[in-house]
């Protein structure tokens, strides 16, 4: 009796993800319709197209980054900027290996926040060196957050910001636990 509860609990509980990641997926891209598919309007030959006009009124506006500060960051959370000083960094994985990663401290005037640096990255990771990292996402490992930039992301050196970095509020430290909630 007990297991066909819980059967039936988690089916509820796909079914509600399921129609809340539909639901996501349409407020993303409320153009788009998951029942027909879309195909390109006929051209008519005889009139002159203008690609360059047409490239150009389709493109997407783009948005203006909102930067935040590192005490506003919650797991799971991507497409993040923020500008950050370095605090320290530790290589875990060295040259000889094929991927290179250093664990860094990073952190603004609100709090603290350890940064994976993979490859390339780890060579901007000089103490005191003020970055700005454009689409990076917040990664969980072993329950607690962690900084990365992936591919998709960029880090860009800046020159010397004003702001003491916070060092008494390390969000890494905050433990997080996934909970199944089910009713």
Known sequence: MRSKILEQGTQIVRSVEAAASARRRRLRHPDRTTSSVLAPAPVDSAAPVDL???????????????????????????????TVKVVNTKVVAPRGRQMRAAE????????????????????????????????????????????????????????????????DNNMSLVEFEMVNVVE
Do not use: H
């Open 52 to 82: 360059l006009r047409m490239a150009e009124a389709s493109k997407p506006e783009m948005k203006k980054a909102v930067f935040k500060k590192v005490c506003e960051l919650r797991p799971l959370e991507t497409g993040i900027s923020l």
């Open 104 to 167: 860094t401290l990073v952190g603004d005037d609100t709090a603290m926040i350890v940064f994976v640096a993979r490859n390339e990255q780890v060579d901007l990771m000089e103490e005191g060196s003020t970055l700005t990292l454009r689409n990076a996402k917040i990664e969980m490992y072993k329950g607690s957050m962690r900084l990365a930039v992936d591919r998709w992301g960029r880090i860009e050196v800046d020159e010397p910001a004003s702001f003491t970095v916070k060092t």
